[in-house]
């Protein structure tokens, strides 16, 4: 009988991962050059039956931002299984297993990039924002000012990377970029070029990061990877420079995680439908400690609140009742037995709330968190200060 044998979910040694990168090509069907690139800075796991390799994947130790303070994070890469093993359910237990180490590691989140969507909100992970790329023509931004105020320093240094960190917390999902990030994404993606743009006596006012490939017709074309802008002033000037391409380059690709989900660049196009979007299967969000992560996370400093809500799991099981309070920039998430709440969330739903994907009452209200209007809206408001934005692909 199919998946009567027990499965075991170990750590990899070099053998066991090695048989595992051969699978990955046949579940992919085609090399996945970042299993053997990531796999030094990550916990590496496989499934096995038989004797054999059926599935596996890594878990990277890296904190995220949220409310503009890094949250201790495991973020799931390179992960599959082998097509012959598939709908038994064993990607809920190899993905419980991937996370077990990096949970006694202190992680409260976690983070990954799937197709699998459907499955992942049954088991309570989240998808906080919609994911796309952005094409058009370097034609189109030839005709953006080109902010000649600024200075543009080829290459990237410290400075460059502080700079960086400081606006990924902005948002709400950004990686706190690990010491080994420069040298995979070079790795990744060989002739990356880095810039930076400055006011003279100003602190850098922005980052961006390009490379170069060619589309399904053969033509160049400049990919964007990081584009981070301190301003409007900063994108524009950003933008404008890479309509400088125009000569040699007739498009320009923001790759998936290259723009923040604002329509910063379709706002600077004087030509309607000048950029076009493809739609990408989104990061996923699970919080795996909600109390630790309600405590690691920043709040917004005036906001008070003291909220009765309940937690329901996701097994169907009586919610637990807490009460959330966030003052001075601080919060916690307690038990709270026998209290009124007029809030009940799922994991998914709290997951949504945690990053800031529920931008208004009414949107959370039509995903299901059950609540009176005036307690949702209550909730809602203590983390619209910061969208959720994933800057990284693993």
């Not at 002739?191 to 390009?210: D, E, K, Q, V």
Request: charged fraction near 20%; aromatic fraction near 8%.
């Amino acid at each position: 009988m199919p998946g009567s044998t027990p499965t075991a979910v170990v750590e990899a040694d070099d053998e066991l991962w090695q048989e595992y990168q051969n699978l990955t090509e046949r579940a992919y069907g085609h090399r996945v050059e970042d299993v053997a690139r990531l796999r030094a800075y990550a916990d590496a796991r496989v499934a096995v039956r038989d004797g054999r390799v059926i599935g596996g994947g890594l878990a990277l130790a890296v904190p995220q931002f949220f409310g503009g303070r890094p949250v201790p994070g495991a973020c799931l890469a390179g992960g599959c299984i082998a097509p012959e093993a598939r709908g038994s359910r064993l990607w809920s237990t190899l993905l419980t297993e991937r996370l077990r180490p990096l949970r006694e590691q202190g992680a409260v989140v976690a983070t990954a990039w799937t197709s699998s969507t459907g499955y992942g909100h049954r088991m309570g992970w989240a998808a906080p924002a919609q994911v796309y790329s952005w094409t058009v023509r370097t034609d189109d931004l030839r005709d953006i000012a080109d902010g000649a105020g600024f200075d543009i320093v080829h290459d990237a240094d410290d400075q460059a990377r502080e700079q960086q960190q400081e606006l990924a917390r902005g948002w709400n999902g950004p990686w706190q970029r690990p010491s080994w990030w420069a040298a995979w994404q070079q790795a990744d993606h060989p002739g990356m070029t880095h810039y930076r743009f400055t006011l003279p006596g100003h602190a850098a006012g922005g980052l961006l990061s390009i490379a170069f490939d060619r589309d399904r017709a053969g033509d160049r074309r400049l990919v964007v990877h990081d584009f981070w802008a301190a301003s409007a002033e900063a994108a524009t000037a950003m933008l404008g420079f890479l309509g400088r391409h125009h000569s040699r380059i007739p498009t320009v690709l923001f790759q998936r995680t290259a723009l923040p989900p604002v329509p910063l660049l379709q706002n600077h196009l004087r030509r309607a439908g000048a950029a076009s979007a493809t739609s990408w299967h989104p990061w996923m969000l699970r919080v795996l400690n909600p109390a630790e992560a309600v405590r690691r996370r920043g709040w917004p400093e005036e906001l008070d609140l003291a909220l009765p809500l309940a937690l329901r799991g996701d097994h169907n099981g009586p919610p637990s009742p807490m009460l959330l309070r966030v003052t001075a920039g601080t919060g916690d998430l307690t038990p709270h037995p026998g209290a009124r709440h007029g809030l009940v969330l799922t994991s998914r739903q709290f997951a949504h709330w945690y990053a800031g994907g529920y931008r208004t009452p009414a949107a959370a209200l039509l995903d299901g968190v059950h609540g009176e209007p005036r307690s949702v809206a209550q909730l809602v408001r203590a983390t619209t200060d910061r969208e959720p934005w994933m800057s990284e692909y693993f």
